[in-house]
């Protein structure tokens, strides 16, 4: 099991709309990604199937692995 935190970048890119993706291997416990947009949103998606969103302007969400979706505030 990696540390809270910690991982690899096994891959990114940009894609066709300038937006910036990453793998992130964090050993046992799995792979997870990140999306950053050039909109100023960003996402990512982590090892225990759970995903944060945050819009760019201030509204954000995470989601459970469980699937529970939680508003979140500045």
Known sequence: ?????EYTVTGHGTN?????WCTRDYGSDGTG???SNKDGS???Q???GSKYHNNGA???TFTTPN???I???K
């Open 42 to 44: 960003f996402y990512y």
């Open 16 to 20: 066709k709309e300038g937006n910036h």
């Open 67 to 69: 699937g529970r979706v």
């Open 1 to 5: 099991m990696s540390k809270r935190g």
């Open 33 to 35: 990604h990140h999306y």
């Open 71 to 73: 508003g979140l505030q």
């Open 46 to 48: 982590n090892p225990d």
């Open 58 to 60: 201030g509204k954000a």
